[in-house]
């Protein structure tokens, strides 16, 4: 028997649905929302631009607003719909006057045709305490894919007090742009596929990269596993640098000096020349370096090896020198609370600084190895994609695959390429081969800093 509390409740329930007419009964079923109309106009801030040919001589405003920017202005957005753009410029308040040109490019990344349309526009002084917006006209397109839109003035003066652009008319229909503070392009992932029997049993990885691009700012790491990463950067027009690091344990996020002692890595050993120190803002940990002046074009090997110690685990970096045939020691780290192998192996390509973003970063990466304790290589053929947040929605120039016995990866320029987070790629071609056991370097032990 039902309680009679559960009778009278339907009894009513019964009794008001038989009440409602037919035509009322329709208006309560539910209805397919409609299709969202695509946005008809977009504003980029002039913080989002990029200063050309020199990314550094521009300042910011939280605002928004961009006070000074030297050379160009580079707007990069994604057009949906060919056909005519009307511009709008939102400048600061007391603005000097200045002849501005304004041109539309079809960006080479999408391979369209290179036809530029421009405008001059006067732009007079503005004494007012508020904004003041000026119309630059329109310009069109043929093509729809990513655009570059060009500010600068007749005369190369510095551009003033600009707060935003404004976009409309029918090419703004549907367009996409990044309008957030952040301009570095996606960081982009390879998760490389261990056999399942083997995800615990890694002893060594060995990985081999040859990047294509070099743009200031580019970080291209080629060994990197949950409790650390190594691999090549370029941190400014004369450096670059081969860089290995170890998170501590722990969940501190930025500050090293608040890490307990008994959750730091401690340095083990380095290599000549490698200077080492700690870090933090990205978690916390011990960070190494060696400035190495490496080259678009060339391959490059790296390797990784992990040993075990009771809670612990002493991880090390080599990389090796074509000139002298040798491994060289980069540095040795023991992690606390760890006592596992290598896990989690993966390579990445990255933009660290945002002042450059637009700029393609593109490094292959191939011959990838895993080595077991018991001493057998294992061929790492197969990988998934991932991207960070920022590529989900703001940043889709962001791409991988495969070509030939290599995959890559590829983000910034702002070009059509743009690989799902969550593929797979596989390399059909022979993997090469791993290091010879006749050359493999020794894990150093305690107190061989400076050693090789």
């Given at each position: 028997?039902?309680p009679?509390?559960w009778?009278r409740t339907?009894?009513?329930?019964?009794?008001l649905?038989a009440?409602?007419?037919?035509?009322a009964?329709?208006?309560?079923?539910p209805?397919v929302p409609?299709t969202p109309?695509?946005?008809?106009?977009?504003?980029l801030p002039?913080r989002?631009?990029?200063?050309h040919?020199?990314?550094?001589?521009m300042t910011?405003?939280p605002?928004?607003?961009?006070?000074?920017?030297?050379?160009?202005l580079?707007?990069?957005?994604?057009?949906?719909?060919?056909?005519?753009?009307t511009?709008h410029l939102?400048?600061?308040?007391?603005?000097?006057?200045m002849?501005l040109?304004?041109?539309?490019?079809?960006?080479?990344?999408?391979?369209g045709?290179?036809?530029?349309t421009?405008t001059?526009?006067d732009?007079?002084?503005?004494?007012?305490?508020?904004q003041?917006?000026?119309?630059l006209?329109q310009?069109?397109?043929t093509?729809?894919?990513?655009?570059r839109?060009?500010?600068e003035?007749?005369?190369s003066?510095p551009?003033?007090?600009?707060?935003s652009?404004?976009?409309?008319?029918?090419?703004a229909t549907?367009?996409?742009?990044?309008?957030?503070e952040?301009r570095n392009a996606?960081?982009?992932?390879?998760?490389?596929?261990v056999?399942?029997a083997?995800?615990?049993?890694?002893?060594?990885?060995?990985?081999?990269?040859t990047p294509?691009?070099?743009p200031?700012?580019?970080?291209?790491?080629?060994?990197?596993?949950?409790?650390?990463y190594?691999?090549?950067q370029?941190n400014s027009?004369?450096e670059r640098?081969?860089?290995?690091s170890?998170?501590?344990?722990?969940?501190?996020?930025?500050d090293?000096?608040?890490v307990?002692?008994d959750d730091?890595v401690?340095l083990?050993?380095?290599?000549e020349?490698v200077?080492v120190d700690g870090?933090?803002?990205e978690g916390?940990g011990?960070?190494?370096?060696l400035?190495?002046?490496?080259n678009?074009g060339?391959?490059?090997?790296?390797?990784?090896h992990?040993?075990?110690d009771?809670?612990?685990?002493?991880?090390?970096?080599w990389?090796w020198?074509a000139?002298t045939r040798?491994?060289r020691?980069i540095?040795?780290?023991?992690a606390?609370k760890?006592?596992g192998r290598?896990?989690g192996?993966y390579?990445f390509?990255?933009n660290?600084s945002g002042?450059?973003?637009?700029?393609?970063?593109?490094?292959?990466f191939?011959?990838?190895w895993?080595r077991?304790?018991?001493?057998?290589?294992l061929p790492?053929r197969?990988a998934?994609?991932?991207?960070?947040?920022?590529?989900?929605s703001?940043?889709l120039?962001?791409s991988?695959?495969v070509?030939g016995?290599?995959?890559?990866?590829?983000?910034?320029g702002f070009?059509a390429?743009s690989?799902?987070?969550?593929?797979?790629m596989?390399?059909?071609a022979?993997?090469g081969?791993?290091?010879?056991?006749?050359e493999m370097?020794?894990p150093?032990a305690?107190?061989?800093?400076?050693?090789r």
């Amino acid at each position: 028997m039902f309680p009679s509390r559960w009778l009278r409740t339907t009894s009513i329930a019964c009794a008001l649905a038989a009440a409602i007419p037919p035509a009322a009964a329709a208006q309560t079923r539910p209805t397919v929302p409609p299709t969202p109309t695509p946005p008809t106009s977009l504003t980029l801030p002039a913080r989002t631009g990029f200063a050309h040919p020199d990314p550094t001589r521009m300042t910011r405003s939280p605002d928004g607003s961009v006070p000074r920017c030297e050379g160009q202005l580079v707007f990069y957005v994604h057009l949906a719909t060919p056909g005519m753009l009307t511009l709008h410029l939102h400048r600061s308040p007391n603005a000097p006057a200045m002849r501005l040109r304004t041109t539309l490019t079809p960006h080479p990344g999408d391979g369209g045709p290179q036809t530029e349309t421009e405008t001059e526009t006067d732009l007079r002084a503005n004494h007012d305490h508020d904004q003041e917006l000026i119309d630059l006209g329109q310009l069109g397109t043929t093509t729809p894919g990513y655009h570059r839109i060009t500010l600068e003035t007749t005369d190369s003066s510095p551009l003033l007090a600009l707060h935003s652009l404004e976009l409309s008319g029918p090419a703004a229909t549907g367009a996409r742009a990044s309008t957030v503070e952040r301009r570095n392009a996606s960081s982009v992932h390879l998760g490389y596929d261990v056999p399942p029997a083997h995800r615990d049993d890694i002893e060594w990885f060995y990985c081999e990269i040859t990047p294509r691009t070099d743009p200031l700012w580019t970080y291209y790491m080629a060994t990197g596993w949950h409790r650390g990463y190594f691999g090549m950067q370029v941190n400014s027009p004369t450096e670059r640098r081969l860089i290995f690091s170890v998170w501590d344990a722990g969940d501190e996020a930025k500050d090293r000096d608040k890490v307990a002692d008994d959750d730091r890595v401690q340095l083990v050993a380095k290599g000549e020349g490698v200077h080492v120190d700690g870090f933090g803002n990205e978690g916390t940990g011990g960070h190494s370096h060696l400035v190495h002046d490496w080259n678009v074009g060339d391959t490059f090997r790296f390797l990784v090896h992990a040993r075990p110690d009771g809670t612990h685990t002493t991880y090390t970096g080599w990389f090796w020198f074509a000139e002298t045939r040798e491994w060289r020691l980069i540095a040795s780290f023991r992690a606390p609370k760890d006592g596992g192998r290598l896990r989690g192996l993966y390579s990445f390509n990255e933009n660290f600084s945002g002042a450059n973003g637009d700029l393609r970063r593109d490094c292959e990466f191939g011959n990838v190895w895993a080595r077991t304790h018991t001493g057998e290589w294992l061929p790492l053929r197969s990988a998934r994609f991932t991207h960070d947040g920022h590529g989900s929605s703001e940043r889709l120039d962001r791409s991988g695959g495969v070509r030939g016995a290599r995959f890559y990866l590829r983000n910034g320029g702002f070009d059509a390429a743009s690989t799902r987070a969550g593929t797979r790629m596989q390399i059909q071609a022979a993997p090469g081969t791993p290091p010879a056991v006749e050359e493999m370097p020794t894990p150093p032990a305690a107190g061989t800093a400076s050693k090789r």
